[in-house]
């Protein structure tokens, strides 16, 4: 159940950590526990015995269902920005964000060219 090239026995504060950012990328929590080489009651344990972990992974999953996000749902910089800013991002400006994500304009005028690179 470990990840490629992880031990079971490396420190369990690692463990803890990487257990909250794949759980702040979005994955589940059974997920997260498998690519972080451990299980459900090593969760429950953590759970018990770690206050601090309580407040991280509950903060985490608060901000996900308040954010109306679901697990792995990951938001394009339009929707964050309409849904976070109030913003609407026009165009135009998309173009700047799709370059920015290596993505080719997707919106061009007839009187535009794009020329990769």
């Not at 901000?63 to 991002?89: I, N």
């Not at 700047?96 to 020329?115: K, R």
């Amino acid at each position: 159940m470990a990840e490629k090239g992880r031990k079971r026995n490396d420190n369990p504060a690692e463990a803890k950590k990487r257990f909250l950012t794949f759980l702040s990328e979005g994955r589940t929590i059974n997920d997260a526990l498998a690519l972080a080489g451990r299980t459900r009651s090593t969760y429950e344990l953590w759970r018990r015995q770690d206050p601090q972990f309580v407040v991280n992974a509950d903060r985490i999953r608060t901000m996900r269902s308040s954010a109306g996000m679901e697990p792995g749902e990951h938001l394009s910089f339009s929707d964050f920005s309409e849904r976070y800013m109030d913003a609407r991002v026009f165009p135009h400006m998309q173009n700047v964000v799709d370059l920015i994500e290596g993505q080719p304009p997707s919106w061009v005028h007839p009187a535009m060219t794009f020329e990769p690179g």
